[in-house]
C-alpha cells in the first residue's frame, strides 16, 4: 500500500527538541522528504534523506531513517515559535517509475513560548 | 520572483459552474504537477506532465482536465464543480519526472456553494 502514517500533533516548549516521526510503507522508496506548511502557505521542502543513508543533518535539522523498520524521523533542535506548522514526510515509491510524492497525514507542531 | 505561482489564491463558485486554475514556473523545470489537499490536510497527487506530456493521471473525475500549452504553464480546468471539489489545490514543479524534489506554489483554495 501506499499509506504513510504520522501522528497528528506534537506540543512542546520554546527551546527544547521537537521529533516528529512517520513510518512509510514502500520499502524500495529511494527518497524521503520532509515538508512545512504553515497556515495558508505552500509546502516548502526542509530536507530529504537518500534511502542509503541513516542519517542527515542540516543546521537545527537532524533526520534519521531505519530502513529495516520503514521508519523516518525529523528532529528540530531548539524549536522557535516559528517553526509551529504542519510537517509532512513523503516518499516517491520505488515501483512508480515516475516521480509521485506520497505524503504522510502530516504533524501539527505547536511551539509555545 | 516567484518559482511556483498559481492564480487565483482564493476561489468560491457555484455548484455546476465551470472554473480554471492556472500555474506557471519561472524555474526552467520539464515536469509539473497539481495536488490536492482536503479539509484534514490529506495531500494527495491528481496529475503530472512532463514536457507538455500527461505521465500520471490518478483516478481522478473527467470533470478535471489539465492542460499544458508549454512546459513553465500547467492549468487546471473543473467541470460541473461539486461540493466535494472544495480543497485546496497546489501546483509544483520539479527538475524531471523521476526523483528530484518538487517546488510547491502557494496553493489555491477552491471553495464550492
Known amino acids: 500500500g501506499e499509506d504513510v502514517e504520522q501522528s497528528l500533533f506534537l506540543s512542546v516548549r520554546e527551546g527544547d527538541s521537537s521529533v516528529i516521526n512517520c513510518t512509510y510503507t514502500?520499502?524500495?522508496?529511494?527518497?524521503l522528504y520532509w515538508y512545512k506548511q504553515e497556515p495558508g502557505a505552500g509546502l516548502q521542502l526542509l530536507t530529504y534523506?537518500?534511502?542509503?543513508?541513516d542519517m542527515k543533518q542540516d543546521q537545527r535539522l537532524t533526520v534519521l531513517l531505519n530502513k529495516k523498520d520503514k521508519h523516518l524521523s525529523l528532529r528540530i533542535a531548539d524549536t522557535q515559535t516559528g517553526d509551529s506548522a504542519i510537517y509532512f514526510c513523503?516518499?516517491?515509491?520505488?515501483?512508480?517509475?515516475?516521480?509521485?510524492?506520497?505524503f504522510g497525514t502530516g504533524t501539527r507542531l505547536l511551539v509555545s513560548p | 520572483d516567484t518559482a511556483v505561482s498559481q492564480t487565483p489564491k482564493y476561489l468560491v463558485t457555484q455548484m455546476g459552474n465551470d472554473k480554471s486554475i492556472k500555474c506557471e514556473q519561472n524555474?526552467?523545470?520539464?515536469?509539473m504537477y497539481w495536488y490536492k489537499q482536503d479539509s484534514k490536510k490529506f495531500l494527495k497527487i491528481m496529475f503530472s506532465?512532463?514536457?507538455?506530456?500527461?505521465?500520471i493521471n490518478e483516478t481522478v473525475p473527467n470533470r478535471f482536465s489539465p492542460k499544458s500549452p508549454d512546459k513553465a504553464h500547467l492549468n487546471l480546468h473543473i467541470n460541473s464543480l461539486e461540493l466535494g471539489d472544495s480543497a485546496v489545490y497546489f501546483c509544483?514543479?520539479?527538475?524531471?519526472?523521476?526523483?528530484?524534489?518538487?517546488?510547491f506554489g502557494q496553493g489555491t483554495r477552491l471553495t464550492v456553494v
Open positions: 509544483a514543479s520539479s527538475q524531471d519526472a523521476v526523483r528530484t524534489e518538487a517546488f
Open positions: 514502500d520499502s524500495s522508496s529511494t527518497y
Open positions: 534523506i537518500f534511502s542509503n543513508m
Open positions: 513523503a516518499e516517491i515509491p520505488g515501483n512508480t517509475g515516475f516521480q509521485k510524492l506520497v
Open positions: 524555474l526552467g523545470h520539464d515536469t
Open positions: 506532465y512532463n514536457n507538455k506530456e500527461l505521465i
